[in-house]
């Protein structure tokens, strides 16, 4: 008999204390003075909403820009209202935290409002680097943030690397991994840095500069060669690599971002958070003020909405599906959809960018960090 679906719920906060140099999110440096409407927003928004009433809630993530900016007791009532309002399952709740951020008070607080697993944004063990990039917190804070939320009794942390910073080197990135791996977090994200205009580093880079070390940034060959770094040395302290950017110890990935990759209903709550019911995608509007304004008058927040079509669902499930190491069942796909992906995937696995194992197909993992090729031809 197959399982009911659950819903996983997202709840965007936006605000973070600066702006990261290589960062083009919809996230900025707002006013404290907003926090506390947008929460209220927030909340009236998981009252409000009517989608997916009947799906126990599973898995929340609050993420941001930095959600644990906001205040705990604010953190609390945002879950307090979702288990109000949803039947809930709950079994796992992250919290984005960054380093700076995190203090015994907040880690105690955040445990006894059911948050128990902490995503850490720590980007790099140098400060060269984080300094660079505009990051507010610096080496000494990772180890300090790692033992209070320890002492605190969070016992599934994230951590997460960004290869391809300013001032990166292969020794300064080997570094890096050496002490993430020591702190041994249930959990590691590894992200290429992707520059665009939407950001500063980006803007600089286009105009040749050098503010923000962007006459510093490793070349594309360099960032793959530090993924692959990555998967070699978490593969050896027995870390499953179960997405493109993501690795997790047994039964430790994320249960929250499966639900994506595997097109699950998810709902987002707050200024620029998406929702998909399984037909109907939706995005909120984007700006926190206006966002929170237009809550308060009582009108939609919706700025986007589009029935998802067979074609783009099928899309969907061969570029998210692939995201995940495991692959997809092709022959699941292709009568689901009435397609024949066959002679498609075929040139994909004589140019070694795509493995078959029967009626899965995957990403070939020596050819991980050229998978945009494989989409871009599986999509044709
Ligand atoms: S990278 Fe994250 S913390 Fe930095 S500005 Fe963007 S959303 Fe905020």
């Known amino acids: 008999m197959k399982t009911p679906p659950t819903l996983g719920v ?28 947008y929460v209220d927003a927030v909340c009236q928004e998981i009252r409000e909403s009517a989608e997916l009433r009947g799906l126990a809630v599973d898995t929340v993530y609050l993420g941001g820009g930095t959600p ?11 879950l307090d209202t979702i288990r109000a309002t949803h039947a809930c399952g709950l079994q796992e709740v992250t919290l984005e935290a960054d380093p700076e951020t995190i203090t015994r008070e907040k880690a105690g607080a955040w445990c006894a409002a059911g948050i128990g ?12 680097e984080l300094r660079a990039a505009g990051r507010m917190h610096r080496r000494a804070d990772i180890y300090n943030a790692n033992e209070i939320l320890r002492g605190a009794g969070i016992a599934n942390i994230s951590m997460d690397l960004i290869a391809g910073l300013p001032h990166q080197t292969r020794a300064s990135w080997e570094l890096s991994l050496k002490e993430l791996l020591a702190l041994r977090p249930e959990h590691i994200s590894i992200y290429l840095l992707e520059v665009d205009e939407g950001s500063r580093l980006g803007r600089e880079i286009l105009a040749s500069g050098a503010r923000y070390g962007a006459s510093a940034v490793p070349s594309e060959d360099e960032m793959a060669e530090f993924y692959e770094l990555a998967c070699e040395r978490l ?10 950017s993501n690795w997790a110890q047994r039964g430790r990935a994320s249960k929250h971002n499966l639900k994506y990759w595997r097109r699950e209903p998810y709902l987002g ?77 075929r040139k994909l696995i004589e ?22 090729e494989a989409f871009v031809e599986l999509l044709g």
């Open 235 to 244: 593969a050896k302290k027995k870390y499953e690599h179960y997405e493109i």
């Open 351 to 372: 140019d070694g960018l795509i493995e078959r194992e029967g009626e899965r197909i995957r990403l070939s993992p020596a050819r991980l960090t050229i998978s945009n």
């Open 269 to 345: 709550f707050g200024a620029g958070a998406h929702s998909f019911d399984g037909a109907r995608r939706w995005a909120n509007l984007h700006d926190p003020a206006a966002y929170t304004a237009v809550m308060q008058r009582g009108a939609s927040v919706r700025e986007q909405e589009e029935t998802v079509t067979a074609k783009q669902a099928l899309e969907e499930e061969l570029f998210l599906g692939l995201r995940e190491l495991a692959g997809i069942d092709l022959a699941r796909i292709e009568k689901q959809y009435s397609a024949d992906l066959t002679p498609r995937v």
């Open 68 to 78: 644990s900016l906001l205040d705990p007791s604010d953190l609390a009532r945002i």
């Open 117 to 128: 697993r902490i995503s850490m944004g720590v980007q790099s063990f140098c400060d060269v």
């Open 10 to 37: 997202y709840v965007q906060a936006p605000f973070c204390q600066t702006k990261c140099t290589y960062c083009n999110f919809h996230t900025g440096v707002f006013s404290r003075d907003l926090y506390r409407p």
